[in-house]
């Protein structure tokens, strides 16, 4: 039976050779993908700060407000205020075909008589706040307030860019102007009440602070690494799908199966030598991927994938994701009658379980229905069974479900494999 089962597995690897380009490939591929993909993102913000978008503002105010607005933009590290376009003022319609031809990320208009109808409003505000406590003088109740029209603050933006980029200018903006709204309260309070040299603090009251969790007193902050290795991995692990299968389809239509089922083996040997072997494989990528995290990364301006103490945990989830992904290449390779079928499916499948499992999107983000369907996917029970274990530092025992998934995933595939090869056998 050993004999049979390590035969099987040389037999794999003799295949596996014939195809060197390929195998290449299946090691190569996912490290250029996961140094590229994590080099793009956690180069995202800093690239934003070291060099900074080009913004154009249209100061139809001209006054305290667009200053103020102006200045707290120049200050920003992420915006250089751009108000002129070759020596001329910028008009709302210039700027306007500017940014919708991609030209700049964003206008910003501000309207005419701004800071004067706000002082205006807010004079009006606190003068019947005083008036109702009796502060003021009485003849001053007679006069009738002044309709002052809401103002608007407009933003263009540039079709392409992205949602998240539009909320963040838009609550970075929102913050501005209410700041620049409670000062002038303030001040005019001030001014009416007689306190000219009161003063008041201005730094906000209530703040937020993220806080870090911490092991052996030392703060553990999450990274694109820790996100992008785990994920890439497992990309990388579930695409030797479409090798196997392919491997299993040239098997039946070069005779080569026939073959093996005239020796007095079953189709349980075949498979256990396949899974050892893909196995290897996969623990082979993983490995690599984790190398290449560890000691490359630093000399490319990536932080280092911490693995100290989860390294263990971490094959463990691999080897249990190996299995997932080969029980699903030989269920594919045995329905699948040509390469034709079993090459283009099984590459489409995989980024489908991809997609839905968290490896491009995370799952939080998905609409609801979205959310239901990822728990179904393989390669979303691989992905948190990583973050379990890299970003959560669960213990063994925490991880048990997870992995009874991928392995419970394994047989399923691999038993329906060997029964529609029974049955198509029997016919």
């Known amino acids: 039976m050993s004999y049979k089962i390590w035969m099987s597995v040389v037999k794999e690897f003799l295949l596996l050779r014939r195809d060197l380009g390929g195998l290449i490939i299946l090691f190569v591929m996912p490290l250029v993908l996961v140094i590229t993909v994590t080099l793009i993102q956690d180069s995202t913000f800093k690239t934003v700060s070291d060099s900074k978008i080009e913004i154009l503002l249209i100061d139809n105010d001209k006054g305290d407000v667009s200053k103020t607005v102006f200045e707290n933009l120049e200050k920003s590290s992420l915006f250089t205020v751009v108000t002129k376009i070759d020596n001329q003022p910028i008009t709302e319609e210039i700027a306007k075909e500017a940014v919708y031809k991609g030209k700049y990320k964003l206008a910003i208009v501000i309207p005419s008589k701004l800071s ?228 283009p499916f099984g590459a489409t499948s995989v980024i489908i379980l991809a997609a839905i499992g968290g490896v491009w999107v995370p799952v939080f983000a998905m609409p609801k229905i979205m959310q239901i369907v990822a728990k179904s996917s393989p390669m979303n029970w691989a992905l948190e069974g990583f973050y379990d274990v890299l970003l959560r530092n669960v213990s063994f025992l925490e991880i048990i479900p997870k992995i009874s998934l991928l392995f419970l995933f394994f047989i399923i595939t691999t038993s329906i494999a060997l029964f529609y090869d029974k049955k198509k056998r029997t016919v």
Not at 172 to 183: N, P, R, Y
Not at 203 to 219: A, C, Q
Not at 235 to 255: C, D, H, M, R, Y
Request: glycine residues 4%; proline residues 4%.
């Open 116 to 343: 004067v109808d706000l002082q205006a409003k807010i004079d009006q505000n606190v003068d019947k706040i005083l008036s109702n406590m009796g502060l003021t003088d009485s003849v001053a109740k007679t006069v009738a307030p002044k309709i002052i029209k809401e103002k608007e603050v407009k933003l263009y933006f540039d079709p392409a860019v992205q949602l998240s980029f539009k909320n963040a200018v838009m609550s970075s903006i929102d913050k501005m102007i209410s700041q620049i709204e409670s000062k002038s309260i303030y001040k005019t309070f001030q001014n009416q009440l007689g306190e000219g040299n009161a003063d008041f603090e201005q730094k906000s009251f209530i703040s937020f602070k993220e806080i870090i969790p911490t092991i052996n007193n030392k703060e553990v902050r999450p990274n694109s690494v820790q996100h992008n290795v785990p994920a890439w991995t497992l990309f990388a692990i579930f695409f030797i799908v479409i090798p196997l299968s392919i491997n299993i389809v040239k098997e039946k239509t070069q005779g080569t199966f026939v073959r093996l089922r005239t020796n007095p083996s079953s189709n349980l040997i075949v498979i256990i030598g396949k899974t050892i072997t893909y196995s290897a494989i996969c623990m082979i990528q993983f490995y690599m991927m984790v190398a290449v995290a560890v000691f490359i990364f630093p000399h490319i301006g990536l932080p280092s994938l911490n693995i100290e103490g989860h390294l263990f945990l971490m094959s463990v989830v691999a080897l249990f994701s190996g299995f997932a992904a080969i029980g699903f290449g030989i269920l594919l390779g045995t329905v699948a009658s040509t390469q034709e079928q079993s090459a």
